[in-house]
Each structure stands twice: as structure tokens, then as C-alpha cells.
């Protein structure tokens, strides 16, 4: 067998960690072949609870994992690590403003950052999932100055997946039959799912629905989703938080069939500011991450997509003393 990968998930005892680790540990996302050491970061107030996520990984006695190493050190945390899923993250709490909740992240991204920078594999992965994932980061990308800007992204699969689950609602198809779809920009009510070059069973996907239901249902649908499940829920969004991590990590590490969306670090494709982290549809190969190229954007795509580039544009400036 191969010497195991080691994988570090932050926030590892939140809500998303627990729906998350278990499934890495079972081989769902590098393979049921490939064994692993799971690094687990918490801060110190949640050692307790991250313990007993312990007790129940031991007690499944996962033939894939040869370590698991819970700590409260980011050093400790990311040593030597292949890939790194950046969970923890501080939410808003009351009277917070979206400024206080960009800062107070900034801070743990920024460590983070750093530590990953000093101590994890040269060829690390990173998937931020922590909100303000984009922004988040960015940060984190810019506190590793060793490290490649490409080595890091933002989560937008779970995005994408609810429209493709919306889209597959609408149009009576299974979500296997979609092929193209794409979401652009934040991981934030502004992101944009785009249907421009979707297809469904090898129809375009605009010529089976309505422009009003696309611009009044589907986009708020998808923008407003984490919304409406925290609110029958009681609980924000975790099952799928945690499989949509997996599909992207699971995707960027062994290549991709098909399009996917992701938040990478913008060099200009599409004309998006440079320096942000931006959601593109993207293809993954042995070589990384790959903008998918050349896609016609009508003028309604190009307005959303401004929308959201302005948002993403608005944060960094907001944290620029960061990064
Ligand atoms: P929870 O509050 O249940 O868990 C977060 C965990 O992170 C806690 O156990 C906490 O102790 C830990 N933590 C806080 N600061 C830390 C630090 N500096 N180092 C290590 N651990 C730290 O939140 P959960 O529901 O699991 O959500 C986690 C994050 O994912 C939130 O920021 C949430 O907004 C974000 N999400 C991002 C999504 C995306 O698509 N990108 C979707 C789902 C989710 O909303």
C-alpha cells in the first residue's frame, strides 16, 4: 500500500467536521484503496467534543486510517500534509456586521496561512469552506508566500450542486443528464448559477425553460438555499457542506469528467478582477485546476457576473491591510 495521505480538517468537531471526517476515513473522497492520517484542528474550548469524534473514529476501526493525530496547534495540525480542508471558521454572532466577521476570519486564516505556509507538503491542496470562504481565501493564499496561489480554493461545489438539483427538478431530467453548468463569483447570495452553456440530455437548457423562471426563481433559489435549509432545519446546511467538500477535493485530486465550479484565485480570465478568489467553471487534471475557456457570456450573465466580482472586489478591500 502507499505511504498514506495525510489530510488535516479544521473545526473538525463543528457540525460540518462531523459529517465530514467519517466519510474521508471510509475512502469516499481519495479512493477506497488509499490509505490516510487524519489531522484534526480545533481550539482549545472544543478539545472535548473533538475527543469523542475521536472515541467514534477509533470505534469504527476504518481499515484505511493508519493515524489520527486531534490538536489545537495549527503547526501540529498541518506537518507534512497533502491536503488541508479549512472547516473552522468564527460565525456571526448577533450585532456582528459582515466587516467585524471578515476580520475576526481574517485572523484565523491569516495563522493558518502561515502555518501551512511553514510546515505542510510542498504540494499541498487547500479547499477553504469557512465563510467568507472566498475571502478567506484569499487570505490564507496570501499569508503562504511559498506556496502557490493555485495550491488554494474556495468551496462553490455545494452551490453548484443545488443547481443542478434545481435544474433537474424544473426540467424532469436526472442530475447525471446536465452537463456545462457553472456558478461564478462568491460563495454568497450574489453568486451567479449560470444555464448559458448548460445542456440537459443534450438539450440546451434555455430553450427548456422560461428567462423568468431562470433570473426569478432559479437564481434566488440557488442564492437563497443555505437560507431556506437553515430555516426548516433549524441547523445551517452540513451533510451537504461536507459531501460538496468531498466531491471537490475528491475532483481536484483525481481529475474531473466533467464541468465543475470552484473559487480560484483570479488572474483576469473573463476580464474578472485580478486577485480575488472567484468562482469559474473549471476542469481538474493531473496539472491542477483549469478556467474553462472561451464560454459566450450574453449581457444578462455579464451584469450578474459584475454583481458578484463587485462584492468579491468590496471584501478584499476590506481586509486589504490583511493580506
Ligand atoms: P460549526 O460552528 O458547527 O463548526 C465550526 C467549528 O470550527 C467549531 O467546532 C469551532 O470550534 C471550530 N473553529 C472555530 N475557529 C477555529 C479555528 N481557528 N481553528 C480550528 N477550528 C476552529 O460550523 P459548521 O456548520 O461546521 O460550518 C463551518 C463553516 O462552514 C462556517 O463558516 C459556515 O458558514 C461554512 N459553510 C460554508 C459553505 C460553503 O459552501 N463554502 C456551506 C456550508 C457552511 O455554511
Redesign the pocket.
Known amino acids: 500500500m502507499d505511504q498514506p495521505l495525510r489530510v488535516a480538517v ?9 459529517q465530514l471526517v467519517f466519510r474521508i476515513a471510509a475512502g469516499e473522497m481519495l479512493g477506497r484503496e488509499r490509505s490516510l492520517q487524519l489531522n484534526l ?3 482549545p ?2 478539545m472535548d ?2 475527543n469523542g469524534v475521536v472515541m467514534e473514529l477509533d470505534d469504527c476501526a476504518f481499515p484505511l486510517v493508519k493515524g489520527i493525530v486531534p490538536t ?1 496547534s ?1 503547526e501540529t495540525a498541518f506537518a507534512n500534509v497533502d491536503i488541508a480542508i479549512l ?5 456571526r454572532s448577533p450585532g456582528m456586521e459582515r466587516r467585524d466577521l471578515l476580520e475576526a ?1 481574517g485572523e ?1 486564516f491569516t ?2 496561512g502561515k502555518a501551512l505556509n511553514d510546515c505542510a507538503a510542498r504540494d499541498v491542496k487547500v479547499l ?4 467568507p ?1 472566498n475571502t478567506n481565501c484569499l487570505i490564507a493564499l496570501r499569508s503562504a508566500p511559498d506556496l502557490s496561489p493555485t495550491q488554494f480554493c ?6 453548484h450542486n443545488r443547481a443542478l438539483a434545481q435544474l433537474a427538478h424544473k426540467t424532469a431530467c436526472h442530475v447525471s443528464e446536465i452537463k456545462g453548468l457553472a456558478v461564478w463569483g462568491n ?1 454568497s447570495p450574489t453568486m451567479f448559477p449560470e444555464l448559458g452553456s448548460t445542456t440537459v440530455a443534450g438539450k440546451s437548457a434555455l430553450s427548456l425553460v422560461d428567462m423568468d423562471w431562470y433570473g426569478n426563481e432559479f437564481i434566488p433559489a440557488v442564492q437563497q438555499r ?1 437560507a431556506a435549509i437553515l430555516q426548516a432545519r433549524g ?4 451533510a ?2 461536507a459531501n ?1 467538500a468531498i466531491e471537490q477535493v475528491r475532483d481536484w485530486h483525481l481529475g474531473t469528467e466533467l464541468v465543475t465550479s470552484m473559487g480560484v484565485y483570479s488572474t483576469g480570465n473573463y476580464g474578472i478582477s485580478e486577485e480575488i478568489v472567484f468562482s469559474y467553471p473549471v476542469t481538474c487534471d493531473a496539472d491542477g485546476v483549469h478556467i474553462v475557456e472561451n464560454r459566450v457570456l450574453d449581457q444578462f450573465s455579464r451584469e450578474k457576473i459584475a454583481i458578484t466580482e463587485q462584492e468579491l472586489v468590496d471584501e478584499r478591500d476590506a481586509i486589504k491591510h490583511l493580506i
Open positions: 479544521t473545526g473538525a468537531a463543528g457540525q460540518i467536521g462531523y484542528l480545533e481550539i474550548p472544543a467534543a473533538l489545537d495549527p472547516v473552522g471558521s468564527r460565525p476570519n484565523i495563522i493558518q477553504v469552506v469557512g465563510n470562504a474556495a468551496m462553490t461545489r455545494l452551490d460563495h443555505g441547523f445551517s446546511s452540513a451537504s457542506a460538496a
